[in-house]
């Protein structure tokens, strides 16, 4: 079974370009969140998705961050117009699909953005 | 709002001693709690987790938990240490009634030296 996956591992964009990552959860997993994780720090979440539904974007940034899962496909995170700030480690979890608080997170490998 | 402090960025523990990575939190009503580990540039694995019932938890890899309500920790344990322990251990709480979204601690990075 294979666990989270993300890419691309590495990223590097320049100020103004626009980031993608990707993730794809745990199979038969429905639930996803973004986690950012700046150097030396821990992790701040950002967003909590399931299929089609955005259900908690209280950590993401008001401008240029968005978020979406399809029906079909994976998770993206999209920074338009990066900016240096933006350089961090971003995690992707998954859980299973009872949305229970109880539900372990299972994280993937994460995406190294890095913005010059 | 709730929140986690890890009080020691680093751990420095002799192979084969004990080592504990302590977490105290804060939030309104019952906790989940949750410890991860990171090794370097990789992401987060689950190591153990406190829902209900036993104080005492067991994990991964030799490493046990204890939650103290009357004290509100939830320090991570490891009889004997070994050098492949050596990585940032996370601690993380959930609230029961307020969603799915982990709080992470700043982190404790361990170091087992041989």
């Known amino acids: 079974n294979a666990g989270v996956m993300q890419n691309p591992r590495h990223l590097v964009r320049r100020r103004g370009q626009e980031a993608r990552l990707r993730c794809s959860p745990m199979?038969?997993?429905?639930?996803v969140y973004w986690y950012r994780q700046l150097p030396e720090e821990g992790l701040k979440f950002m967003v909590y998705?399931?299929?089609?539904?955005?259900?908690?974007e209280s950590g993401m940034p008001k401008e240029r961050f968005s978020a979406e899962f399809p029906k079909e496909g994976p998770s993206i995170l999209r920074i338009q117009q990066v900016v240096r700030g933006d350089s961090a480690a971003y995690f992707c979890?998954?859980?299973?699909?009872?949305?229970?608080?109880?539900?372990?997170?299972?994280f993937g490998p994460g995406t190294r953005l890095t913005v010059l | 709002a709730q929140s986690v402090a890890q009080p020691e960025d680093q751990v420095n523990v002799a192979e084969g001693n004990p080592l504990t990575v302590k977490c105290t939190y804060s939030?309104?009503?019952?906790?989940?709690l949750f410890w991860y580990v990171q090794y370097p540039n990789r992401g987060l694995q689950f190591l153990l987790k406190y829902i209900t019932g036993d104080n005492l938890v067991k994990g991964s890899y030799g490493f046990e938990a204890e939650f103290n309500k009357s004290q509100t920790s939830f320090h991570l344990k490891k009889p004997s240490a070994l050098v492949s322990d050596s990585a940032l251990y996370f601690c993380?709480?959930?609230?029961?009634?307020?969603?799915?979204?982990?709080?992470f601690g700043g982190g404790t990075r361990v170091l087992v030296k041989p």
């Open positions: 993380a709480v959930r609230p029961t009634a307020a969603g799915n979204k982990l709080t």
């Open positions: 939030v309104s009503g019952n906790p989940y």
């Open positions: 998705l399931q299929k089609e539904n955005i259900i908690d």
């Open positions: 199979k038969g997993h429905s639930h």
């Open positions: 979890a998954s859980s299973p699909g009872t949305g229970l608080s109880t539900d372990t997170q299972y």
